[in-house]
């Protein structure tokens, strides 16, 4: 598996994102724990968590909880794993999303993670999301003071404008580890974050990157330039999009959301797959960022 660089600890190139298997739509748990294991056999080391991935309200953290089990059970050492986690969002059990980027909650909700995740400090601890509620630079200064007092040892943000990854980078002393934004052939509106991540040399990790829970599949009949490129590779358009994105750029690390092993090891196969030149440019052009 082809690594990349995420902050101070180098990464497998495709990483897994775990909310497919917590909420609305979650497999049994015998499933889960099955494609967390293939993404982990394939070589995948980074995996990309949050609090709020549960569905009731009486389950925060579900996400977190079967990572840690899903790391236990793991017949081979797995103390390579990243387990990146999410403070600053809820969901109260009524299907919505709620935001909470006070100070007192950030320092709460990452207590709770490090007892679920049942380590002394988190990998990578990102602030979920601004809160329009709370001064930016107060959230991230929560998380910085997080860093500081030894909880957590990498520092990221997500959701967030250029503007807001400069000031978040000015907040935590230059110690911004990565950014994770909504990125795909059918959401390139976050480049300017992606490039402005480049250029600082930080992870840009895109989320929902095949298009979302509800839209992966259809990424191929959607976007016949990636139909066509698989096609000519023999494998699937997932696959194309997500070694369309690692080529865009060395600090893209794409965490595809899985809750099959079949779809865990297919995305992880990304790594291996090589474009043309002609051929990512083709794709830039059909998704308009060329
Ligand atoms: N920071 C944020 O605000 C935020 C928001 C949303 C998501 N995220 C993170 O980003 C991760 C990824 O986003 P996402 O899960 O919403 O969407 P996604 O990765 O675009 O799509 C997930 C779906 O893609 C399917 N899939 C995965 N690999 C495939 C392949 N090789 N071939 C065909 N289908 C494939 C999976 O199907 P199966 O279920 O059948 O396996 C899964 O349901 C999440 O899991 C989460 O960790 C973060």
Known sequence: MQLRQLGD?????????????????????????????????????LIDTADAYHLHADEVGHNESLIAKALKSYGSDASDVLVATKGGALRPGDGSWTLDGS??????????????????AIGLYQFHRPDPKVPYAESVGAIRDLLDAG????????????????????????????????????????????????????????????????????????????????????????????????????????????????TARDSAAAADLTLTADEQAALDEAVGVS
């Open 103 to 120: 100070p007192e909650h950030l320092r709460e909700a990452c207590e709770a993670s490090l007892r679920r995740l049942g380590v002394d």
């Open 151 to 262: 909880k957590i040892r990498m520092a990221g943000i997500s959701n967030a404008d250029p503007d807001q990854i400069r000031q978040a980078q000015e907040v935590l002393g230059g110690r911004l580890a990565s950014v994770q934004n909504q990125y795909s052939p059918a959401f390139v509106s976050s480049r300017p974050e992606l490039d402005l991540c480049d250029e600082l040399g930080i992870a840009f990790l895109p989320w929902s990157p095949l298009g979302g829970i509800s839209g992966a599949a259809e990424l191929g009949s959607k976007f016949a330039a990636f139909e066509k490129v698989a096609r000519e590779h023999d494998v699937s358009p997932q696959r194309v999009c997500l070694a369309w994105m690692l080529a865009t750029s060395p600090v893209v690390i794409p965490i595809p959301g899985s809750s099959r092993p079949e």
């Open 9 to 45: 600890v180098q990464v497998s190139a495709i990483g897994l994102g775990g909310m497919p298997m917590s909420i609305e739509g979650r497999p049994d748990e015998a499933r889960r724990l099955a494609t967390i294991h293939a993404a982990l056999d394939a070589g995948v080391t």
